[in-house]
């Protein structure tokens, strides 16, 4: 757990007394989720829970969860995540690839709930609760929905699903409406920065704010080596032009694809934002090349570079050609803003 979850772990106890069959933890991606509901799986599965509700970390129960062979405990997630314990992996943006030659799938599978059924359909070995974490639940696919509904709309006794979103909207309303829906929260920026820094991640602030104040994903980018592509990038959108989309192309076509979205959207949030405020919340240390974007660009091409965008984000995953997907995307910016 995370100095900023010190609250919600207080309100989530007084849940305990009557323990609703499903709970939907929400939140922003990168603000520690699945590092929380680990803590609680553990602490419901827990033989001597403490007076605040912590796992004791003693008893059998808390030795076997620790070594991961809980045998009333089940994690569904995502293949591309099975090969690494959790960092922050709710937010679907990291994790260890297959050893096989496949690519991992980053989709929750209708085979991986089904095999659900024989872990309800037993007795408990403790005779205390089953616990079933799942995340990030936007990740089910629609067949996984529909049988996850089912179970969902019938509970077995005993049985306790922890489910992690960071998009309430991409999930069926039907499944939102059989759980019991707990806010985590995003922490303030001082108490996320104070953090960071205990982690020795240099220039703290700038990953903070970068990573709209999500410290895990801020850590997590300020050590995965993606610095100079984001810089590159950055370079560029400050100063767009056509031949120096082509170039900038041809550095990052071999750049993770989504992340260059994703850097991108910020960047236009912060300049429709300047336009509209004044107010910059992911880029300040380019304020200077912002506002000057922000004073010739037009509004109705920038909210069409914006929308195109985000378009992309759905298909960056699986691009037919890599350098064409970020010519295409940097191009189009130039023209708005040029």
Same mark, same amino acid.
């Given at each position: 757990?995370? %100095?900023?979850?010190?609250?919600?772990?207080? /309100?989530?106890?007084?849940?305990?007394?009557?323990?609703?069959?499903?709970?939907?933890?929400?939140?922003?991606?990168?603000?520690?989720?699945?590092?929380?509901?680990?803590?609680?799986?553990?602490?419901?599965?827990?033989?001597?829970?403490?007076?605040?509700?912590?796992?004791?970390?003693?008893?059998?129960?808390?030795?076997?969860?620790?070594?991961?062979?809980?045998?009333?405990?089940?994690?569904?997630?995502?293949?591309?995540?099975?090969? !690494?314990?959790?960092?922050?992996?709710?937010?679907?943006?990291?994790?260890?690839?297959?050893?096989?030659?496949? #690519? $991992?799938?980053?989709?929750?599978?209708?085979?991986?709930? /089904?095999?659900?059924?024989?872990?309800?359909?037993?007795?408990?070995? *403790?005779?205390?609760?089953?616990?079933?974490?799942?995340?990030?639940?936007?990740?089910?696919?629609? +067949?996984?929905?529909?049988?996850?509904?089912?179970?969902?709309?019938?509970?077995? %006794?005993?049985?306790?699903?922890?489910?992690?979103?960071?998009?309430?909207?991409?999930?069926?309303?039907?499944?939102?409406?059989? =759980?019991?829906?707990?806010?985590?929260?995003? $922490?303030?920026? !001082?108490?996320?920065?104070?953090?960071?820094?205990?982690?020795?991640?240099?220039?703290?602030?700038?990953?903070?704010?970068?990573?709209?104040?999500? $410290?895990?994903?801020?850590?997590?980018?300020? @050590?995965?080596?993606?610095?100079?592509?984001?810089?590159?990038?950055?370079?560029?959108?400050? /100063? +767009?032009?056509?031949?120096?989309?082509?170039?900038?192309?041809?550095?990052?076509?071999?750049?993770?694809?989504? #992340?260059?979205?994703?850097?991108?959207?910020?960047?236009?949030?912060?300049?429709?934002?300047?336009?509209?405020?004044?107010?910059? *919340?992911?880029? $300040? /240390?380019?304020?200077?090349?912002?506002?000057?974007?922000?004073?010739?660009?037009? @509004?109705?091409?920038?909210?069409?570079?914006?929308?195109?965008?985000?378009?992309?984000?759905?298909?960056?995953?699986?691009?037919?050609?890599?350098?064409?997907?970020?010519?295409?995307?940097?191009?189009?910016? @130039?023209?708005? =803003? @040029?």
């Amino acid at each position: 757990m995370y %100095p900023w979850q010190g609250a919600a772990w207080s /309100r989530l106890q007084q849940m305990r007394a009557r323990m609703p069959h499903a709970i939907l933890f929400h939140g922003p991606a990168g603000t520690g989720k699945a590092d929380f509901i680990e803590a609680f799986a553990q602490a419901l599965l827990c033989e001597s829970p403490q007076p605040d509700g912590h796992a004791c970390g003693a008893c059998a129960s808390c030795g076997w969860f620790v070594q991961h062979n809980h045998p009333d405990y089940r994690r569904v997630r995502p293949e591309v995540f099975e090969d !690494d314990l959790p960092a922050d992996g709710e937010d679907g943006e990291a994790g260890a690839k297959s050893k096989s030659t496949k #690519a $991992p799938s980053k989709e929750i599978k209708i085979e991986q709930i /089904r095999n659900l059924s024989d872990f309800m359909n037993i007795s408990t070995h *403790r005779q205390g609760l089953r616990v079933v974490v799942l995340y990030p639940a936007e990740a089910l696919n629609m +067949p996984a929905s529909n049988a996850l509904l089912k179970t969902l709309e019938e509970p077995p %006794p005993g049985t306790v699903f922890l489910l992690s979103s960071n998009s309430l909207d991409r999930l069926l309303p039907t499944i939102l409406s059989r =759980c019991r829906k707990f806010a985590l929260p995003t $922490p303030s920026h !001082d108490e996320a920065l104070a953090w960071l820094k205990e982690q020795g991640v240099p220039d703290a602030d700038s990953w903070l704010r970068e990573q709209g104040g999500a $410290p895990l994903a801020a850590l997590a980018e300020s @050590t995965n080596g993606s610095r100079e592509d984001m810089e590159a990038l950055l370079h560029f959108l400050a /100063r +767009p032009a056509p031949d120096a989309a082509l170039r900038a192309a041809e550095k990052l076509a071999k750049a993770e694809l989504p #992340a260059l979205v994703s850097w991108t959207q910020r960047w236009l949030y912060d300049v429709f934002s300047y336009k509209l405020s004044g107010n910059i *919340r992911y880029y $300040p /240390r380019y304020q200077k090349e912002l506002a000057a974007l922000a004073g010739r660009v037009q @509004t109705p091409g920038l909210l069409r570079v914006i929308k195109a965008v985000n378009e992309r984000r759905a298909v960056a995953d699986h691009p037919l050609s890599a350098k064409l997907f970020v010519e295409d995307m940097l191009l189009e910016y @130039t023209a708005c =803003c @040029t």
